[in-house]
């Protein structure tokens, strides 16, 4: 009987952790202006406006989210350091508990007006 109660519980339990310990897949995405990026902390600061109203988003960017320029050639790779305030740039996310987490960062232009070097 033993037995029986623990294989219920295994088969029960096992899918839980095994999708626990999956990545999570991306469920939101923003499109704005870079107000600040951190290249020590490896975190972005963006700026995007929902409805009438503006709002900042502070997002971690771990080492292998793949970067990229639209302008370049077929979206060439950059790194972190290349992203400056006033780039314009479309980032797919998640959330951790540890805080927003990028999965992927296009650069698709700059904004030239309203920023300060």
Do not use: C, W
């Amino acid at each position: 009987m033993h037995r029986v109660t623990l294989i219920s519980a295994v088969l029960f339990v096992a899918p839980l952790v095994l999708r626990a310990q999956q990545p999570t897949a991306p469920h939101d995405s923003v499109r704005g202006a870079i107000r600040a990026v951190d290249t020590r902390a490896r975190t972005l600061e963006v700026t995007t406006g929902v409805g009438l109203a503006l709002r900042v988003v502070r997002l971690q960017v771990p080492a292998a989210v793949p970067i990229t320029d639209r302008k370049g050639a077929l979206g060439a790779p950059i790194n972190l350091a290349k992203l400056k305030p006033g780039d314009v740039i479309r980032v797919s996310f998640g959330s951790r508990p540890t805080g927003l987490v990028a999965y992927t960062i296009e650069r698709v232009g700059r904004m030239e007006v309203g920023v300060v070097p």
